[in-house]
C-alpha cells in the first residue's frame, strides 16, 4: 500500500524559507507511471494546487507561486521536497503531498503537515 | 487560468436524502475532473476522477456526470459518514489544476 508522510518544521519565521520533504514508501518514485505534487491548504479554507514533479525532474508551478517555489526529487531516497522563499503569514496553511497520473486526479494523499509563518 | 466554481457553498440535508453538487469550469475541461471529500482534520479522499469513474473502494452511493464545462456530484442516499466538505478539481490544465470553492455538506 502507498503511503505519503511530509515533514519538516511547524513554524517559519516571516521573509525566511518553507522547507518541506516527502517520503514516499510501497512504491517507488521512479515507476515513471505518476507525478508528485504539493498542494495547500489555509486554515478554514479551501484547496491550492502548488505544483508538481516527474521523476526525472519536469516541474510545474501554481504561477501564483512560481516565482517562489521549487519541487526537488531525489530518487536514491524516494523522496520529493518543496521549499517556498520569503514566506509572509498568507503562506500559513496545512501542506499536503501526493501522487497523480498526467492531466488526473490525485489519488494517494499524505497526512497533511501545518506550518505556520510567525515570527 | 481555468475558474472552477461550485454550488452551493453549503448545503444542509438528512440521511436518507439524494444530494446533488454541481461544478462548472470557466472553459471547455472535456471530462478532466475529479472530485474529492474531505472531513475535519483529515486529507482530501478521491471519490470521482474524469468526471464519473468511481474511485475503488468508494461506495456506489456516490456518482458523478457531465464533460465540457458543467459536472455535477451526486449522493443518492446520504449516510451519517458522508457529511463532510467536497471539492470538484479540473485536471486539464498542466499548468494549474485548480480546485472549487468546496461544499460544505451539513446535517439538517
Known amino acids: 500500500q502507498l503511503q505519503l508522510q511530509e515533514s519538516g518544521p511547524g513554524l517559519v519565521k516571516p521573509s525566511e524559507t518553507l522547507s518541506l520533504t516527502c517520503t514516499v514508501s510501497?512504491?517507488?518514485?521512479?515507476?515513471?507511471?505518476?507525478?508528485w505534487g504539493w498542494i495547500r491548504q489555509p486554515p478554514g479554507k479551501g484547496l491550492e494546487w502548488i505544483g508538481s514533479i516527474f521523476y526525472s525532474g519536469s516541474t510545474y508551478y501554481n504561477p501564483s507561486l512560481k516565482s517562489r517555489v521549487t519541487i526537488s526529487v531525489d530518487t536514491s531516497t524516494n523522496q520529493f521536497s518543496l521549499k517556498l522563499n520569503s514566506v509572509t503569514a498568507a503562506d500559513t496553511a496545512v501542506y499536503y503531498c501526493?501522487?497523480?497520473?498526467?492531466?488526473?486526479?490525485?489519488?494517494?494523499w499524505g497526512q497533511g503537515t501545518l506550518v505556520t509563518v510567525s515570527s | 487560468d481555468i475558474q472552477m466554481t461550485q454550488s452551493p457553498s453549503s448545503l444542509s440535508a438528512s440521511v436518507g436524502d439524494r444530494v446533488t453538487i454541481t461544478c462548472r469550469a470557466s472553459q471547455t475541461i472535456s471530462t478532466y475532473l475529479n472530485w474529492y471529500q474531505q472531513e475535519p482534520g483529515k486529507a482530501p479522499k478521491l471519490l470521482i476522477y474524469?468526471?464519473?469513474r468511481l474511485q475503488s473502494g468508494v461506495p456506489s452511493r456516490f456518482s458523478g456526470s457531465g464533460s465540457g464545462t458543467d459536472f455535477t456530484l451526486t449522493i443518492s442516499s446520504l449516510q451519517p459518514e458522508d457529511f463532510a466538505t467536497y471539492y470538484c478539481?479540473?485536471?486539464?490544465?498542466?499548468?494549474?489544476?485548480?480546485f472549487g470553492q468546496g461544499t460544505r455538506l451539513e446535517i439538517k
Open positions: 478539481q479540473q485536471s486539464y490544465s498542466s499548468l494549474l489544476y485548480t
Open positions: 474524469a468526471a464519473s
Open positions: 501526493g501522487r497523480h497520473p498526467a492531466a488526473a486526479a490525485t489519488d494517494y
Open positions: 510501497g512504491g517507488s518514485i521512479s515507476s515513471g507511471k505518476y507525478y
